[in-house]
């Protein structure tokens, strides 16, 4: 079994900070791309950042500049620093880890349970 849990989700005022971690636990072998997804009201699921393997990032054209995504391989997080947070970022934000159960041959794609965001004076 494996396992996704985030935590730093919360309420804040626009312009404020959160930082974003997601835990992925269990029996795990290895892990490749690491990202961050989230669902504003209403809305589909978008992509907001994303780290492969080797450290290189991308990020959606709305977060540029604001957010920041890291991972940790040792104790297999990855995080997300949000910066001048704006209404238009409240959302459900989910990590999504591409990674390689052990035993098992193949990759596959994970999620976590997500984690609201709320902007809002």
């Known amino acids: 079994q494996v396992q996704l849990v985030e935590s730093g989700g919360g309420s804040v005022q626009p312009g404020g900070s959160l930082r974003l971690s997601c835990a992925a636990s269990?029996?795990?072998?290895?892990?490749?791309?690491m990202a961050w997804y989230r669902q504003p009201p209403g809305k589909q699921r978008e992509l907001v950042a994303g780290?492969?393997?080797?450290?290189?990032?991308n990020y959606a054209d709305s977060v540029k500049g604001r957010f920041t995504i890291s991972r940790d391989n040792a104790k297999n997080m990855v995080y997300l620093q949000m910066n001048s947070l704006e209404p238009e970022d409240t959302a459900v934000y989910y990590c999504?880890?591409?990674?390689?159960?052990?035993?098992?041959?193949?990759?596959?794609?994970?999620w976590g349970q997500g984690t609201q965001v709320t902007v809002s004076s």
């Open positions: 999504n880890i591409r990674l390689r159960r052990r035993g098992w041959p193949v990759w596959g794609n994970y």
């Open positions: 269990g029996r795990i072998q290895s892990i490749d791309d």
């Open positions: 780290i492969s393997s080797g450290g290189n990032t």
